[in-house]
T-cell receptor, first 114, second 113 residues
Framework: AQSVTQPDIHITVSEGASLELRCNYSYGATPYLFWYVQSPGQGLQLLLKYFSGDTLVQGIKGFEAEFKRSQSSFNLRKPSVHWSDAAEYFCAVGPPGSFQKLVFGTGTRLLVSP | DSGVTQTPKHLITATGQRVTLRCSPRSGDLSVYWYQQSLDQGLQFLIQYYNGEERAKGNILERFSAQQFPDLHSELNLSSLELGDSALYFC????????????FGPGTRLLVL
């Protein structure tokens, strides 16, 4: 069965520090991979996605993610966190091709301390 | 602003009642997806429509149904509501294609009392 694991429910990072959010997936083949961000009271916004090719993917707001096939991981990183990055982050997988029926992880809530 | 609109933003109703949630996709998007976000189940895919036809089903209860109209807006109907149906319901839309991006609306928060 397809599944996504985000092992960290909460993470607190100091403003200006680096960030890494973990995501592991279980899928029959290499899926399409996504990171979304949800700010309080808002919908989900796509940060970045991976389909194929270069395993290091650049996204919006200074985020990047690295696909590691051997580890079935797609971790999200940011070199320097800003207070406005405080939100909930969701990793998701979808089948290769069209019609992305996404399977989401449980999310990681990021808190940014001054 | 993703361009996807959902109405109403909030809905409070009683058990046993029926409600309809509405979604207008981004201009030009043919696919509409519905997701439910609850504390115990997380974000779960419910159903997808493409150009008026049902395309995929996920963990959607039989008490729930959806449709997509000729103008491409979609409605999610929830009936015989139970307390456990309280959740945030998201609609997303996309232009189908390899690597399509789903754009999410702000959601409808449903509270069943």
């Amino acid at each position: 069965a397809q599944s996504v694991t985000q092992p960290d429910i909460h993470i607190t990072v100091s403003e200006g520090a680096s960030l890494e959010l973990r995501c592991n997936y279980s899928y029959g083949a290499t899926p399409y991979l996504f990171w979304y961000v949800q700010s309080p009271g808002q919908g989900l916004q796509l940060l970045l996605k991976y389909f194929s090719g270069d395993t290091l993917v650049q996204g919006i707001k200074g985020f990047e993610a690295e696909f590691k096939r051997s580890q079935s991981s797609f971790n999200l990183r940011k070199p320097s966190v800003h207070w406005s990055d405080a939100a909930e982050y969701f990793c998701a997988v979808g089948p290769p091709g069209s019609f992305q029926k996404l399977v989401f992880g449980t999310g990681t809530r990021l808190l940014v301390s001054p | 602003d993703s361009g996807v609109t959902q109405t109403p933003k909030h809905l409070i109703t009683a058990t046993g009642q029926r409600v309809t949630l509405r979604c207008s996709p981004r201009s030009g998007d043919l696919s509409v997806y519905w997701y439910q976000q609850s504390l115990d189940q997380g974000l779960q895919f419910l159903i997808q429509y493409y150009n008026g036809e049902e395309r995929a089903k996920g963990n959607i209860l039989e008490r729930f149904s959806a449709q997509q109209f000729p103008d491409l807006h979609s409605e999610l109907n929830l009936s015989s509501l139970e307390l456990g149906d309280s959740a945030l319901y998201f609609c997303a839309s996309s232009v189908p294609g390899a690597g399509e991006t789903q754009y999410f609306g702000p959601g409808t928060r449903l509270l069943v009392l």
